[in-house]
């Protein structure tokens, strides 16, 4: 039996979720994104497969109110945001750029390991990577820190703040960490990989959703200004590749995947991923032969594998 009042709650609630999903889509289509701080919030959380979810929520509530034309409408919108999906976050096909991969690097947010520790520590080994950054690593848990050393007996390991940890098979000239802005943080690694110098620039950016991320990013971009040689970005931004605040970024860095990519762009959340969050961005002479987002338990986040030229 029907609650007195619960059919106006839900169409009051059908209601604002159809406001919700046209703002979003207009968020995207008319290319506004994040640039407006007060709607960040529902660009971010309107990824085109929460907006199909959406529309199916939309449509179930019109067949339960027997709207067979509004049934049918909110289907066809299913399947469009699902197609406009696939269309804008699939890569690939296309023959790889030529060259010789001189440079592998992985990163990955492993979402506290804990007891999954050993296991991540075990894939990450089999990848054979120069460079390893990874979020959420727990450094400051001195038996993870062990951990970590004991699996990479033969790389350089640097903690930054913000529980960073980035593991290197080369030397490490110089190093430094700091904050973006309260909860974001950066590290900073001058190290000789494979003979060549380059910087490492680790950043993991807050997650709040009512929180404007654009200092954290103004900062990041003053960071990646600065350096003039070859540099390497990466981390969980916790912002889509498609924000705004990537503008000022794209104009000297190329975004790995978008570059090289093959399969879906999404890393988060690993069963269902829905936002592309954990990235790397690199400058030349570097230049990004293969980029793959893999498939795991292990975490909440897929890691991201890309193979470097060095031109």
């Known amino acids: 039996m029907m609650l007195p009042g619960s059919g106006l709650i839900s169409s009051l609630a ?18 506004l994104r994040d640039g407006w701080d007060w709607l960040a919030l529902v660009y971010y ?16 509530h019109a067949r339960r109110k027997a709207k067979g034309h509004a049934f049918r409408r909110y289907v066809l919108l299913t399947g469009a945001a699902l ?12 023959a790889p750029p030529p060259g010789t991969a001189k440079l ?39 038996s993870n820190l062990l951990e970590w050393s004991r699996s990479f007996p033969d790389h350089a390991i640097v903690q930054s703040r913000g529980n960073m940890l980035c ?56 960071l990646v200004e600065a350096e003039k040689g070859p540099l390497i970005l990466l981390g969980d931004f916790n912002t889509p590749r498609e924000s705004a605040l990537f503008d000022p ?3 000297r860095l190329t975004q790995s995947f978008e570059a090289a990519g093959h399969g879906l762009a999404e890393t988060w959340p690993s069963f269902a991923p829905a936002l592309s969050i954990d990235q790397i ?21 897929r890691p991201v594998t890309v193979d470097l030229a060095w031109d």
């Open 281 to 301: 961005w690199t400058s030349a002479p570097m230049r990004p032969l293969h980029c793959k987002h893999g498939w795991t338990t292990r975490s909440d986040h």
């Open 167 to 222: 593991i290197i098979r080369g030397e490490v000239l110089a190093k430094g960490s700091g904050e973006l802005a309260s909860g974001s943080h950066f590290g900073r690694i001058r190290a000789r990989v494979r003979g060549r110098e380059l910087t490492i620039l680790q950043a993991d950016i807050y997650a709040r959703p009512r929180v404007s991320r654009r200092a954290p990013f103004a900062r990041l971009h003053g």
């Open 249 to 251: 970024i794209r104009k």
């Open 104 to 142: 592998r690097v992985v990163l990955w947010n492993v979402a506290h390991p804990e007891s999954r520790l050993a296991r991540q520590a075990a894939w990450l080994k089999m990848q054979d990577a120069d460079i390893i950054a990874l979020a959420e690593a727990d450094p400051e848990d001195r």
């Open 45 to 60: 959380s309107t990824p085109w497969p929460a907006i199909a979810v959406g529309f199916v929520v939309l449509a179930l």
């Open 14 to 31: 059908a209601g604002a979720l159809r406001v919700w999903l046209i703002v979003g889509i207009l968020l995207r289509v008319t290319r």
């Open 83 to 94: 197609f406009t999906w696939i269309a804008t976050s699939w890569y690939g096909g296309d």
